[in-house]
């Protein structure tokens, strides 16, 4: 199992079916899921799925991190 990063049930941008968002890491995902056939892949595939989860660790502790913007107001 993994964590893809920003990926929801549902919805255009960020779903996990159709979304744009999560795409190309949820096809990296299904594609070494579909490739893993016996037990002597699942090693390989688990350490891939690990990997992926800590890319999506990475990247929401870096979303975290980042400033919010300060919308100065306009007279």
Request: aromatic letters at 6%; a negative charge.
């Amino acid at each position: 199992m993994a964590i893809p990063y920003a990926c929801a049930h549902s919805g255009d941008e960020m779903g996990i079916v159709i979304g744009k968002q999560p795409r190309e890491q949820v096809l990296r995902l299904v594609k070494v899921a579909l490739a893993t056939t016996n037990d002597d892949q699942w090693t390989a595939a688990s350490k891939t799925f690990d990997e992926e989860t800590e890319i999506t660790y990475r990247e929401a502790l870096e979303f975290q991190a980042s400033p919010i913007p300060v919308v100065e107001k306009v007279d």
